[in-house]
Nanobody
Framework: QVELVESGGGLVQAGGSLRLSCAAS????????MGWYRQAPGKQRELVAS???????NYADSVKGRFTISRDNAKNTVFLQMNGLKPEDTAVYYC???????????WGQGTQVTVSS
């Protein structure tokens, strides 16, 4: 079992920056494709950014050029650097891990990001 714990959310003004972190327990982090999802009130959860176990990345069009996902396998941690934040980025952000071997999925508890205009 893998536990994911997010941190780094908060309240920021439009144009500001936040860095989210997601720490994973256990010893299989390098086997996890990792992703950040978000869910705004009344909306479906959506993929924001992902980073594969091999390091390739993917971004939602709405955050390209503003957000950067990265991972540190030595620290079992994935990061989401968010710059140029907009009010529409306001949501609960969730960390996700997909085991590339057995396809099990893991979720964190979520961290709130609020961007004021």
């Amino acid at each position: 079992q893998v536990e994911l714990v997010e941190s780094g959310g908060g309240l920021v003004q439009a144009g500001g920056s936040l860095r989210l972190s997601c720490a994973a327990s256990g010893s299989i982090f390098r086997l996890l494709n990792m992703g950040w999802y978000r869910q705004a009130p009344g909306k479906q959860r959506e993929l924001v950014a992902s980073i594969a176990s091999g390091g390739s990345t993917n971004y939602a069009d709405s955050v390209k050029g503003r957000f950067t996902i990265s991972r540190d396998n030595a620290k079992n941690t994935v990061f989401l650097q968010m710059n140029g934040l907009k009010p529409e980025d306001t949501a609960v952000y969730y960390c996700n891990g997909d085991n590339i071997l057995n396809k099990l999925k893991y979720w964190g508890q979520g961290t709130q990001v609020t961007v004021s205009s």
